[in-house]
């Protein structure tokens, strides 16, 4: 990883400098989001326009997985021996995660160097912080040598702030599903088609498995652009066989099965992303042996992540702690369904210590859960004004079925659970996952060092 000390030798602390512009640039449009290209086309052109002069680029849009399968696309790449840009968000501890350069997370005086140039060019004119800090990244990438820039959209696709890049290599779509309503529609249409609006006349789309609704309106999308869908279940397909995982391309010019090891990230959810990876990467011309080296180092935080170790673990001693920050009712289904796997082959009671955003259904998050978790205790989410309060997210949790009791903390709840569960020595000691949100897994894993 790059160093993370600002120059110049100073006593501040480490990310103090883009920290102090990072809270400026909060300031300069009142909206956190507000979905348009027309103020970050004119910073880009003010810039001398370093969305043109990037890498190649594969562009990532979807609800659930993006984050996921760009960590599989750039440890594949890797892989090959190519220098890979990833930007992504938003991030868990620190605004760096957001931009990495040839495989390493941005240093702090870089970032500081970016953000400053950026803000002053924007001359304090309306942008929003997601469109102003896609600007610095992409100037970063420009300026940076590499071979490819791996591009996660932040929302939707057709109107997001990455959506400026002309002429990516590759577009991906994951799995489409309800959710940010407020912004991309009400129906899985509608956000579906937002999603598509990353799809370019002529360029080429590797599309997860999709519902009915969504893979209709991708494929509206692809023939209004004229673009060319490589779809699971129509021109490949995925699957697991006897723990490995299998792509198949279905094309009539198809180059046969890849027989490839399990990502390293665990869930039945990630052998899917992995294999819209690996048909990714495909595409790419990256070969077998460095989809199959990739999906073996693959990391992203957060995702069914084990904490082994830090001060949360010794607040009970004896819980098996797990972080999870997906936060609808897929990423529920999904994380919901690895964790009763689990229990089939290592049984121990579940209890959940959730938090989540008050824009988010936390009543179809928790849902997926009936049956499987045995309390649910809700927290609010540190800092987040927009964060629904511990008795919502109980009262979520009871309506579908759920015990469930309010907590003040993360470290509350761990303590109220020790209290409470009397271990019976014939009964396992209780896995516990943390989830509800990726704000509350940023605020767990800085606490939890």
């Known amino acids: 990883m790059a160093s993370d000390q600002a120059g110049g030798g100073t006593e501040q602390p480490i990310g103090a400098e883009s920290d102090a512009i990072l809270e400026r640039l909060l300031s300069l449009h009142p909206k956190r989001i507000d979905l348009t290209l027309d103020r970050l086309q004119r910073l880009l052109a003010a810039l001398d326009h370093p969305e043109n002069r990037l890498p190649s680029a594969v562009h990532v849009a979807g609800t659930n997985g993006k984050g996921s399968v760009c960590a599989m696309l750039r440890a594949g790449l890797e892989a090959s021996g190519a220098r890979v840009h990833v930007y992504t968000s938003p991030h868990l501890t620190r605004f760096h995660e957001r931009i990495r350069l040839a495989g390493r997370l941005i240093d702090e005086s870089a970032l500081a160097a970016l953000l400053d140039r950026a803000e002053r060019v924007n001359g304090g004119a309306p942008i929003t912080f997601f469109e102003i800090t896609t600007a610095a990244a992409f100037l970063a990438f420009a300026e940076a040598e ?164 830090g001060p949360l673990t010794t607040v009970a001693p004896g819980m098996e702690l797990w972080l999870d920050g997906g936060h609808n009712p897929a990423a529920g289904a999904a994380v919901a369904q690895h964790l009763g796997e689990m229990g089939e082959d290592a049984p121990a009671p579940l209890f959940l210590i959730c938090g989540m955003m008050r824009s988010k259904d936390a009543a179809g998050f928790l849902g997926a859960f009936q049956g499987l978790a045995r309390r649910v205790y809700a927290v609010p989410i540190p800092g987040e004004a927009g964060g629904a309060s511990a008795d919502e997210i109980a009262a979520a949790a009871v309506s579908v079925g759920l015990m469930a009791q309010s907590a003040g903390s993360v470290e509350a709840a761990l303590r109220s659970m020790a209290a409470e569960i009397k271990y019976d020595f014939a009964d396992p000691h209780p896995r516990v996952l943390i989830c509800g949100s990726l704000h509350l897994a940023g605020h767990v894993l800085r606490e939890n060092g």
């Open 146 to 309: 590499a071979d490819w820039a791996v591009l996660e959209v932040g929302l939707g696709g057709r109107l997001d702030a990455t959506n400026v890049v002309e002429r990516p290599e590759l577009c991906v779509i994951t799995p489409v599903a309800m959710d940010h309503q407020e912004f991309l529609g009400d129906t899985l249409e509608e956000i579906a088609g937002e999603k598509a609006g990353i799809l370019k006349p002529g360029g080429v789309c590797v599309v997860a498995e999709q519902e009915p609704a969504a893979a209709a309106a991708i494929d509206v999308a692809a023939e209004r652009v004229g673009a060319t869908l490589l779809r699971a279940g129509r021109e490949w397909r995925a699957f697991e066989e006897r723990g490995r995982l299998i792509v198949e391309d279905l094309r009539d010019n198809a180059q046969g099965l890849m027989d490839l090891p399990p990502p390293k990230l665990l869930g039945r959810h990630q052998m899917a992303n992995a294999g819209v990876a690996a048909m990714a990467l495909r595409a790419l011309g990256v070969g077998e042996a460095q989809i199959a080296a990739g999906l073996q180092r693959v990391e992203w935080p957060a995702r069914l992540q084990r904490l082994r170790s």
